[in-house]
T-cell receptor, first 113, second 110 residues
């Protein structure tokens, strides 16, 4: 499978715990995006990277959210001190150089109890 | 601002046609169309760049009116597999993250 992959697919955590999600983009895609999707809504853009540089992070929902892409390949999204309102599907998408199409991974469904 | 999609939902018989509209109050560089089935990730359908081009493959096509900041997705001779929620995502620049509408629920009945 050469599509975008995300791990884990499901995560259940207790309020106050930290969680980290991983995204592996399609090979040679230099741009990587994180989105959050809640029930009945379209995806909501959070942040994106071009190679290892994080070019937009003002849309991260709070300072509890952070993302990294240290070597320009996979990326991680961390949520600290989770709250019940963080329960959602977290989607990753990647985009090839010189093209604007974004291809989504299967997502990580987070449930905060 | 979030683009506005219409209609919110539509029910069709197999073989009928559908049009889904997407309208933005902001100047757009591109419009991206996706279909999402329940519990699955959005699947890329097509992208339209400013310039008023129309794109299509098989029975799905789309247009983009840059001046009106509107795009429409056309589904002809709908198939059962077309059922799902259709989202338009808009971008003001080439590499920007997308701003999605609330989606249009399409149900195709046999």
């Amino acid at each position: 499978d050469t599509g975008v992959s995300q791990d884990p697919r499901h995560k259940i955590t207790k309020r106050g715990q930290n969680v980290t999600f991983r995204c592996d983009p399609i090979s040679e895609h230099n741009r990587l995006y994180w989105y959050r999707q809640t029930l009945g809504q379209g995806p909501e853009f959070l942040t994106y990277f071009q190679n290892e540089a994080q070019l937009e992070k003002s849309r991260l929902l709070s300072d509890r959210f952070s993302a990294e892409r240290p070597k320009g390949s996979f990326s991680t999204l961390e949520i600290q001190r989770t709250e019940q309102g963080d329960s959602a599907m977290y989607l990753c998408a990647s985009s090839p150089p010189n093209y604007n199409e974004q291809f989504f991974g299967p997502g990580t469904r987070l449930t905060v109890l | 601002q979030q683009p506005v999609q219409s209609p919110q939902a539509v029910i069709l018989r197999e073989g009928e046609d559908a049009v889904i509209n997407c309208s933005s109050s902001k100047a757009l560089y591109s419009v991206h169309w996706y279909r999402q089935k329940h519990g699955e990730a959005p699947v890329f359908l097509m992208i339209l760049l400013k310039g008023g081009e129309q794109k299509g493959h098989e029975k799905i096509s789309a247009s983009f009116n840059e001046k009106k900041q509107q795009s429409s997705l056309y589904l002809t001779a709908s198939q059962l597999s077309y059922s799902g929620t259709y989202f338009c995502g808009t971008a003001g620049g080439g590499a920007d993250g997308l701003t999605f509408g609330k989606g249009t629920h399409l149900i195709i009945q046999p």
